[in-house]
Nanobody
């Protein structure tokens, strides 16, 4: 079994900051790309950004310069630092990880967290 557990969501005023965390645990051999996505009701889930095991990052244009993704490979944890938040950033944020399990080392699968709500409102 593999689990991804997010934390750190909440309500913040425009211009404020939040930091999300996501920990992967379980029968893990290796964690490759990790990323954050977000979704609002009635819309498709969209990519926020990704980070690979070499710590290279990429971001959606809408968050560049405001959001920063980082990770701790030893702890199988990915973070999303969100600054200068806007009401349009309101969404449920999901983490994603490409994981190989110990009992199936040749198979890499995508796993998702349960989501954490971020609300930006005055």
């Amino acid at each position: 079994q593999v689990q991804l557990v997010e934390s750190g969501g909440g309500v913040v005023q425009p211009g404020g900051s939040l930091r999300l965390s996501c920990v992967a645990s379980g029968d893990i051999l290796s964690v490759n790309d990790m990323g954050w996505y977000r979704q609002v009701p009635g819309k498709q889930r969209e990519l926020v950004g990704t980070i690979n095991s070499g710590l290279s990052t990429s971001y959606a244009d809408s968050v560049k310069g405001r959001f920063t993704i980082s990770r701790d490979n030893a702890e199988n944890t990915v973070y999303l630092q969100m600054n200068s938040l806007k009401p349009d950033d309101t969404a449920v944020y999901y983490c994603n990880a490409q994981i190989r399990r110990r009992n199936t080392p040749l198979l890499q699968l995508a796993y998702w967290g349960q989501g954490t709500q971020v609300t930006v409102s005055s």
